[in-house]
């Protein structure tokens, strides 16, 4: 076996290391010339633990496990837990506009699912129409189970459920079913209203709550 001699590997990984650097280079590259994600990813802005003003190719996305763990538990906690079991069972799920199953679910699909399935409420399919039920409250009002509405940038209006203490379950477009924090700087720029769609009267019917 001919050994190299040491210089000659020494530029064997130079060379390596810089055609590595070049590959990924240019998938950052190729992000970066877009700017923002296509029409239907509407939620690019940042990420956790990017500081306010710092550009990402990505959906803001909390790891669910972090967010469930600082969640305490507030008053309604049985509407809450409720949410949390649907969460157990959607967590995951992939984006796909149109969609309405665990193949596939977008944002207003998955909140009238969640209705219909936790609490026996029958929401309309779209964004559009669900931002009309209930009554329209005041974002230092919010309670579990309450709808929070956001227009991001793009064709399409955005709503979630409200978790309590600031966060909310919803069906991202990059990340599929998650909880966030309406902390995030970019939810809070497109913040547009919150909703109570669940009365006491009909919680009361439900005999559970």
């Not at 991001?152 to 990059?174: C, E, L, R």
Request: with cysteine.
């Amino acid at each position: 076996m001919v050994s190299l001699p040491h210089w000659s590997v020494t530029a064997a990984r130079v060379v390596g290391a810089c055609v590595i650097f070049s590959l990924l280079a240019g998938c950052a590259g190729s992000q970066s010339r877009h700017g923002v994600e296509p029409p239907d990813d509407y939620f690019a802005m940042s990420l956790p633990g990017l500081k306010n003003g710092q550009n990402a190719q990505m959906s803001p996305v909390d790891n669910p496990l972090n967010s469930l763990s600082s969640v305490q538990t507030p008053p309604p906690m049985m509407i809450k837990n409720a949410l949390l079991a649907q969460h157990e069972r959607w967590s995951g799920t992939p984006y796909r506009i149109g969609g309405t199953t665990q193949r596939g679910v977008d944002c207003s699909g998955f909140v009238r699912n969640i209705y219909r399935d936790a609490f026996n409420r029958d929401l309309p399919r779209s964004t559009t129409d669900q931002v009309h039920e209930g009554r329209l409250i005041d974002r230092q009002e919010l309670q579990a189970g309450d709808l929070v509405f956001f227009r991001p940038p793009g064709p399409y209006n955005h709503v979630g459920i409200y978790m309590g203490d600031g966060y909310f379950m919803h069906a991202s477009s990059s990340q599929g079913v998650i909880i966030s924090s309406m902390q995030n700087s970019y939810w809070q720029r497109y913040y547009w209203q919150s909703r109570r769609a669940l009365e006491p009267t009909h919680l009361a019917s439900l005999g559970g709550f």
